[in-house]
């Protein structure tokens, strides 16, 4: 029964959040549904499992979300974002109508731009592009997926997302880690991903089939806005990345803090500093890139900073919220005694294979549930992270490696149609599930299938 109770409390909070309705209210309820099978009681359950495991994820990562939001806001109110965009378009033309919005997509997501952020960003120049060059409007949304959802995001050794950060606390690395097999997935996803959508783009053309007839959400684009220069507005962009390279591999190394760090009032753990230090170095980087986006367009932003700060804010506690109730559901599960059985299948401990195999398969199975690159990674590494670890050093695999594999297999399966990314952006693009999300899931099965490739690599030739 306590199986039973499990599985189906994951595909209702699926059902519920691929119709519309808020996982914030149903994660609760599905998860006592399941503690019910269980024979467990439901308001300790709620209040002693669900609400502090809620709570820790929101206590460590609420400032990235945080500023990670107002930083997008920033650059969108400033019209650095815009700039950016609209540049690269203009240069590389209709001809190149898939690389300027995967480019475009991939360059804002890389700087630390929200990906919902930069969906709103690229949509107006890569709609009016795929316009001017016929192609079918229903591919921008997977366009814009291969630029934002997938090497930018975990991939790209330095991603400032928060796909690329939660790693840090598990294994105690930075926002680098593991550079060439990060660069090596980046290069697969990339060239696969434009291979694919190119031949699209020609069995449409083939077709007959050009960019179509819409109404819903066509875009405006206001040529007498006022832009920053396109090379101004990736200061912002470049300063949150420097920074952060900075301070973790050359400043924050040669700090010995565990003097005072790990007494009364802070009491942090002796083997937690190298990560929190990590998490302290991508605060700072967000806060100067925040006060370079604001300071690029006075006149402008002088108008929207309230805008910009506050809807930033506004989002951020959404996206926050949204994640930590799904954490907060994949930890209810995770008490429950049945879950042991599916653990040792997910996780795959002890199986004798490899510990990226094993990691790489549980992190895609639980992001792919929770419709959260985040919430599935978090909950997959509370649960199997130390074992991992342990695992990893047995076999002589670096903790870099490990970090890099769960980063970029968060990104692969959580883009099932109740992901609120995917929502989100077929609802700027005006388009439906029906339409347009067969070419996002095929970018989806481009990133996760690199990631099982590198591994088979890294199996064969070593490399870290």
Same mark, same amino acid.
């Given at each position: 029964?306590?199986?039973?109770?499990?599985?189906?409390?994951?595909?209702? !909070?699926?059902?519920?959040?691929?119709? $519309?309705?808020?996982?914030?209210?149903? *994660?609760?309820?599905?998860?006592?549904?399941?503690a019910l099978f269980a024979g467990m009681s439901i308001m300790p359950t709620y209040t002693e499992v669900f609400l502090p495991s809620m709570a820790n994820f929101i206590k460590a990562y609420f400032p990235f979300f945080l500023l990670g939001a107002v930083f997008g806001k920033a650059m969108e109110e400033s019209g650095a974002a815009q700039s950016i965009a609209k540049a690269i378009v203009s240069k590389l033309g209709s001809r190149q109508a898939l690389l300027a919005v995967v480019l475009a997509s991939g360059i804002l997501t890389y700087g630390g731009v929200s990906v919902f952020v930069v969906a709103f960003a690229v949509y107006p120049f890569g709609a009016s592009l795929f316009k001017e060059a016929n192609i079918p409007k229903r591919l921008l949304p997977g366009t814009i997926a291969l630029g934002a959802f997938s090497f930018a995001m975990?991939? %790209?050794?330095?991603?400032?997302?928060?796909?690329?950060?939660?790693?840090?606390?598990?294994?105690?690395?930075?926002? /680098?880690? &593991?550079?060439? /097999? $990060?660069?090596?997935? @980046?290069?697969?996803?990339? =060239?696969?991903?434009?291979?694919?959508?190119?031949?699209?783009?020609?069995?449409? #053309?083939? &077709?007959?089939?050009?960019?179509?007839?819409? @109404?819903? #959400?066509?875009?405006?684009?206001?040529?007498?806005?006022?832009?920053?220069?396109?090379?101004?507005? !990736?200061?912002?962009?470049?300063?949150?990345?420097?920074?952060?390279?900075?301070?973790?591999?050359?400043? /924050?190394?040669?700090?010995?803090?565990?003097?005072?760090?790990?007494? *009364?009032?802070?009491?942090?753990?002796?083997?937690?500093?190298?990560?929190?230090?990590?998490?302290?170095?991508?605060?700072? *980087?967000?806060?100067?890139?925040?006060?370079?986006?604001? *300071?690029?367009?006075?006149?402008?932003?002088?108008?929207?900073? #309230?805008? &910009?700060?506050?809807? +930033?804010?506004?989002?951020?506690?959404?996206?926050?919220? #949204?994640? +930590? &109730?799904?954490?907060?559901?994949?930890?209810?599960?995770?008490?429950?005694?049945?879950?042991?059985?599916?653990?040792?299948?997910?996780?795959?401990?002890?199986?004798?294979?490899?510990?990226? %195999?094993?990691?790489?398969?549980?992190?895609?199975?639980?992001? +792919?549930?929770?419709?959260?690159?985040?919430?599935?990674?978090?909950?997959? !590494?509370?649960?199997?992270?130390?074992?991992?670890?342990?695992?990893?050093?047995?076999?002589? !695999?670096?903790?870099?490696?490990?970090?890099?594999?769960?980063?970029?297999?968060?990104?692969?399966?959580? @883009? =099932?149609?109740?992901?609120?990314?995917?929502? @989100?952006? %077929?609802?700027?693009?005006?388009?439906?599930?029906?339409?347009?999300?067969?070419?996002?899931?095929?970018?989806? %099965?481009?990133?996760?299938?690199?990631?099982?490739?590198?591994?088979?690599?890294?199996?064969? /030739?070593?490399?870290?």
């Amino acid at each position: 029964m306590g199986v039973i109770g499990i599985l189906l409390a994951l595909g209702l !909070l699926m059902f519920m959040a691929y119709r $519309g309705y808020s996982v914030i209210f149903f *994660a609760p309820v599905f998860a006592l549904m399941a503690a019910l099978f269980a024979g467990m009681s439901i308001m300790p359950t709620y209040t002693e499992v669900f609400l502090p495991s809620m709570a820790n994820f929101i206590k460590a990562y609420f400032p990235f979300f945080l500023l990670g939001a107002v930083f997008g806001k920033a650059m969108e109110e400033s019209g650095a974002a815009q700039s950016i965009a609209k540049a690269i378009v203009s240069k590389l033309g209709s001809r190149q109508a898939l690389l300027a919005v995967v480019l475009a997509s991939g360059i804002l997501t890389y700087g630390g731009v929200s990906v919902f952020v930069v969906a709103f960003a690229v949509y107006p120049f890569g709609a009016s592009l795929f316009k001017e060059a016929n192609i079918p409007k229903r591919l921008l949304p997977g366009t814009i997926a291969l630029g934002a959802f997938s090497f930018a995001m975990d991939a %790209l050794p330095g991603t400032p997302q928060i796909q690329n950060s939660i790693p840090m606390k598990y294994f105690n690395t930075d926002l /680098f880690a &593991a550079p060439v /097999f $990060g660069l090596l997935g @980046t290069l697969i996803i990339f =060239l696969t991903g434009m291979l694919y959508l190119d031949w699209r783009k020609r069995r449409a #053309n083939s &077709a007959g089939e050009g960019y179509g007839a819409h @109404t819903l #959400n066509e875009p405006e684009i206001d040529t007498n806005a006022q832009l920053p220069s396109a090379w101004l507005s !990736l200061v912002p962009l470049a300063s949150v990345l420097v920074t952060t390279l900075i301070l973790q591999k050359i400043v /924050f190394p040669k700090w010995d803090i565990s003097s005072w760090v790990t007494k *009364a009032p802070y009491n942090l753990p002796e083997t937690g500093i190298i990560g929190t230090m990590n998490n302290w170095a991508l605060i700072i *980087a967000l806060v100067l890139g925040i006060a370079l986006a604001l *300071a690029l367009n006075p006149n402008r932003i002088k108008i929207n900073i #309230n805008k &910009a700060i506050n809807a +930033g804010a506004l989002g951020s506690l959404l996206a926050t919220m #949204n994640t +930590g &109730a799904e954490v907060g559901f994949g930890n209810v599960v995770k008490s429950l005694p049945s879950f042991k059985e599916i653990a040792q299948t997910v996780g795959g401990i002890n199986s004798g294979g490899s510990p990226l %195999l094993a990691e790489a398969v549980s992190v895609n199975v639980l992001a +792919g549930i929770t419709g959260s690159a985040s919430g599935g990674m978090s909950i997959a !590494l509370e649960v199997f992270g130390k074992q991992y670890l342990e695992w990893g050093n047995k076999v002589g !695999l670096s903790p870099e490696t490990l970090h890099r594999v769960a980063a970029m297999a968060s990104g692969g399966m959580d @883009t =099932l149609p109740h992901n609120g990314g995917i929502i @989100t952006l %077929l609802g700027i693009a005006g388009l439906t599930h029906k339409q347009a999300y067969k070419d996002i899931f095929a970018v989806t %099965l481009i990133k996760t299938g690199t990631v099982f490739v590198l591994i088979l690599l890294q199996s064969i /030739f070593g490399f870290i």
